[in-house]
């Protein structure tokens, strides 16, 4: 029986620095056939020379498409429309894989028809103290076993928890083509959003074995204060598209509202602490509005306003 082509999908965007390394995680694999698919979004940097020296080095596996700046979701979607594999798998550009990763998440959507969407543990990928980052020691692999709390129909699960690493993931082309394109109005989080609407499509299994890493640095885009909430924004979405019940599993009213805060009082402490106190202050609100018994952010409330009024006497 012929191997199932895997595509490999890569949205790569000023990422010159990782981007070489990573993909020889992705080479190193023990499983093939692979492509692997590699969007430049309008880099300005030397990711270009970059992609021509892996076009050069790999013409039979690397292609390269490439688009004015859009961010990552246009990005995955361009990589996912031009994926001639059975099977997706999603890698930033600077969080490498570990060995076996394909190989078993191939066999378990094999072996398992129903499940359409599956991804692996993952290890947190912090600097030593140098700010160097090395590949953690060899743990011991549990193939084909997964974990039963973080798989099976995992909308509720994921409503509560954003478990899924972008870069563990692999799923069936038909799921991506069945749920459709990732949504491009999102600038982040995008990942997060869609795999909520996966959930209600397929049963989601995460394999117990750690096989990716998520790098750790000051440039994460994961910790910059933006305008827009957008985790707040992806919650309001799957909640109105799905409600409260998935598949017969009912989130709490209290689940809810705490969950809504959270993610209220998290964006707030980014603006406080190296952004814009006002809007943080206006979202310390907004936690307490779900959860009144939030003191956390009844306290910041007003330290926020302070720092406000102070930023905007220090430039009078």
Same mark, same amino acid.
């Given at each position: 029986?012929?191997?199932?082509?895997?595509?490999?999908?890569?949205?790569a965007?000023?990422?010159a620095? =990782?981007?070489?390394?990573?993909?020889?995680t992705?080479?190193?694999?023990?499983? /093939?056939?692979?492509?692997?698919?590699?969007?430049?979004?309008?880099? /300005?940097?030397?990711?270009?020379?970059?992609?021509?020296?892996?076009?050069?080095?790999?013409?039979?596996?690397?292609?390269?498409?490439?688009?004015?700046?859009?961010?990552?979701?246009?990005?995955?979607?361009?990589?996912?429309?031009a994926?001639?594999?059975?099977?997706?798998?999603?890698?930033?550009?600077?969080? $490498?894989?570990?060995? #076996?990763?394909l190989?078993e998440?191939?066999?378990?959507?094999?072996?398992?028809?129903t499940?359409?969407?599956?991804?692996?543990?993952?290890?947190?990928? %912090?600097p030593?103290?140098?700010?160097?980052?090395?590949?953690?020691a060899?743990?011991?692999?549990?193939?084909?076993?997964?974990?039963?709390?973080?798989?099976?129909?995992?909308?509720?699960?994921?409503?509560?928890?954003?478990?899924?690493?972008?870069?563990?993931?692999?799923?069936?082309?038909?799921?991506?083509?069945?749920?459709?394109?990732?949504?491009?109005?999102? *600038?982040?989080?995008?990942?997060?959003?869609?795999?909520?609407?996966?959930?209600?499509?397929?049963?989601? =299994?995460?394999?117990? /074995? *750690?096989?990716?890493?998520?790098?750790?640095h000051?440039?994460?885009?994961?910790?910059?204060?933006? $305008?827009?909430?957008?985790?707040?924004?992806?919650?309001?979405?799957?909640?109105?598209?799905? #409600?409260? %019940?998935?598949?017969?599993?009912?989130?709490? *009213? *209290?689940?809810?509202? =705490?969950?809504?805060?959270?993610?209220?009082?998290?964006?707030?402490?980014?603006?406080?602490?190296?952004?814009?106190?006002?809007?943080?202050?206006?979202?310390?609100?907004?936690?307490?509005?779900?959860?009144? /018994?939030?003191?956390?952010?009844?306290?910041?409330? $007003?330290?926020?306003?302070?720092?406000?009024?102070?930023?905007?006497?220090?430039?009078?």
């Amino acid at each position: 029986m012929t191997p199932s082509l895997v595509s490999v999908v890569v949205p790569a965007y000023n990422c010159a620095e =990782h981007l070489y390394d990573t993909l020889k995680t992705v080479f190193a694999q023990d499983y /093939t056939p692979i492509e692997v698919i590699i969007v430049d979004d309008g880099s /300005t940097d030397t990711t270009p020379e970059v992609l021509t020296r892996l076009e050069q080095e790999r013409p039979d596996q690397v292609r390269v498409v490439r688009q004015e700046n859009a961010g990552s979701a246009r990005a995955r979607n361009a990589g996912c429309m031009a994926a001639r594999g059975e099977f997706i798998a999603f890698i930033d550009c600077d969080d $490498p894989w570990l060995p #076996g990763k394909l190989s078993e998440q191939v066999a378990y959507l094999q072996a398992h028809p129903t499940v359409d969407f599956v991804f692996n543990d993952y290890l947190w990928w %912090e600097p030593d103290d140098d700010g160097v980052h090395r590949f953690p020691a060899a743990r011991p692999e549990r193939p084909g076993e997964i974990d039963p709390q973080r798989s099976g129909w995992l909308f509720n699960a994921l409503f509560l928890s954003p478990m899924v690493h972008t870069s563990a993931v692999m799923m069936r082309t038909a799921l991506f083509h069945h749920v459709g394109p990732f949504s491009e109005d999102l *600038r982040k989080g995008q990942d997060y959003d869609y795999w909520l609407r996966c959930a209600t499509e397929t049963e989601i =299994h995460c394999l117990a /074995t *750690r096989r990716s890493l998520y790098r750790i640095h000051p440039g994460s885009i994961t910790f910059r204060p933006r $305008p827009i909430n957008y985790n707040y924004l992806i919650l309001e979405r799957a909640l109105a598209r799905t #409600g409260i %019940e998935s598949r017969g599993r009912l989130i709490s *009213r *209290r689940e809810v509202a =705490h969950r809504f805060a959270r993610v209220a009082f998290d964006f707030a402490w980014l603006h406080y602490s190296d952004g814009d106190p006002w809007l943080a202050a206006r979202w310390y609100w907004r936690a307490v509005r779900h959860k009144p /018994t939030y003191w956390k952010a009844w306290i910041f409330i $007003p330290l926020a306003l302070l720092k406000g009024l102070r930023q905007a006497f220090s430039k009078s």
